[in-house]
């Protein structure tokens, strides 16, 4: 199975300014069939059900705010939301879907207000 | 809008069974796969098993194989997930999530509310 670790496990960061998730695959998850990486982001504010922010590592899904972008190949990925807002206070997984079963997440990272 | 709506929280007993549905709406059911996946307490996400909508063929996470059954009813656009001899340390929230793609499986678009089961 490939394993997914991100860091950090939380972060504070200020209102308006930059939040950077990492996540790391054990493998590789792109793949040179369609050259894409097959890596997800989610988010899950507290008491809700996780939701779909990217997939493809970088393609934002609809109506999610264009200050969340994803990054990487191959096996480090990165989310960045540019300007922290309060409704992004929340914790962010990535998942990976390449090599499945079973579909594995990171063990997610918490991300709050300074 | 697509909809995943599951049933409510259950309390079970150890060695006990649970089944949890997850009713579907807002697209055409039979076009997707459905997944589970449980969160634990403070934990992270689960993966269980899928059950494809159109011809009801499942697969599922080696650790549950022998202890989940997925399964659906396409006319009432519902699917379940049966687990069966509960112990404690499958108290969670259990989610259903659809998922895109139809020759290859890839990321979960929609999910459920999640239906919390506490075995004790």
């Known amino acids: 199975d490939i394993v997914m670790t991100q860091s950090p496990e939380s972060l ?55 200050r969340f972008s994803g990054s990487g190949s191959g096996t ?14 929340a914790v962010y997984y990535c998942q990976q879907y390449l090599s499945t079963p079973p579909w594995t997440f990171g063990q997610g990272t918490k991300v709050e207000i300074k | 809008q697509v909809q995943l709506v599951q049933s409510g929280a259950e309390l079970m007993k150890p060695g006990a069974s649970v089944k949890v549905s997850c009713q579907a709406s807002g697209y055409t059911f039979t076009n997707n796969v459905i997944h589970w996946v449980r969160q634990a307490p403070g934990q992270s996400l689960e993966w269980m098993g899928w059950v494809i909508a159109s011809n009801g063929k499942t697969q599922y996470s080696r650790k549950f194989q022998g202890r989940v059954i997925i399964s659906r009813d396409a006319p009432a656009r519902t699917v379940y997930m049966e687990l069966s001899s509960l112990r404690p340390d499958d108290t969670a929230r259990y989610y259903c999530a659809r998922g895109v793609g139809v020759s290859t499986f890839l990321w979960f678009d ?11």
């Open chain 1, 12 to 66: 504070a960061v200020s209102l308006g300014e930059r939040a950077t998730v990492n996540c790391k695959s054990s493998r590789s998850v792109f793949s040179y069939s369609n050259n894409n990486n097959y890596l997800a982001w989610y988010q899950q504010k507290p008491g809700q059900p996780p939701k779909l922010l990217i997939y493809w590592a970088s393609t934002r899904e609809s109506g999610v705010p264009d």
């Open chain 2, 110 to 120: 929609s999910w459920g509310q999640g239906t919390l089961v506490t075995v004790s």
């Open chain 1, 76 to 89: 480090d990925f990165t989310l960045t939301i540019s300007s922290l807002q309060a409704e992004d206070v």
